[in-house]
């Protein structure tokens, strides 16, 4: 057995030396191709998260009437989160809304003063409704504009967003396919390779 070995080392190191052009190159073209799969690998996965992250952050905000019945919305609440494609329904109160706004702009002295000057809370309650695609955004916001609790809802930001969210559900779904298609060819670059070598 460690003679076969010690055998198989001899015989080896004798053809590396012999071609020794060749098994430099060789060895050098699988460095560069491994190395770029796992640059394409680590890429992809980089990529990918970075997109999941915008995701997160990327919503619908429907905006109601001021004096919209509050149990009426957290009504709508709940039927929006029985929508198969909708992820998550976030509700904000009228006191939460001027609270973050409050907490935001904290530093600007002329906003605060303008709050002071109204008196009353100005801002309304709102629904941010986050979906899994476009489409899914599409049906939402024909459903809250042209449904039963049209008459509650001020606005739907969903066409200021539109552009917004179908650019992002493509650069996502351009990126897993472009990540998989480069590792696929550079694998089969690296067994082209490897084939001819042995």
Do not use: C
Not at 61 to 77: C, D, G, M, R
Not at 93 to 119: C, P, V, W, Y
Not at 145 to 170: H, Q
Not at 180 to 197: R, Y
């Amino acid at each position: 057995m460690l003679t076969n070995f010690v055998r198989i080392l001899k015989f080896g190191w004798q053809a590396l030396t012999r071609n020794i052009g060749i098994s430099i190159g060789t060895i050098f073209i699988m460095f560069t191709v491994l190395f770029l799969v796992g640059g394409v690998l680590l890429l992809n996965s980089m990529s990918k998260t970075l997109v999941s992250s915008l995701e997160d952050k990327v919503d619908v905000s429907v905006y109601f009437k001021l004096n919209a019945n509050e149990n009426a919305i957290l009504t709508l609440e709940q039927r929006l989160e029985k929508f198969p494609e909708v992820e998550e329904v976030e509700y904000v109160s009228k006191e939460m809304a001027i609270q973050r706004f409050k907490e935001t702009h904290k530093d600007n002295d002329l906003l605060m003063e303008s709050l002071d000057e109204i008196g009353s809370n100005p801002l309304p309650a709102s629904l941010n409704v986050r979906a899994e695609t476009t489409d899914a955004y599409a049906k939402l916001a024909n459903f809250l504009e042209k449904g039963e609790y049209k008459s509650l809802i001020e606005k739907v930001n969903w066409r200021e967003n539109k552009s917004i969210i179908s650019k992002l559900f493509s650069i996502s779904a351009a990126v897993q396919n472009g990540g998989l298609l480069a590792g696929f060819i550079l694998v089969f670059v690296a067994m082209v390779v490897t084939f001819n070598t042995i």
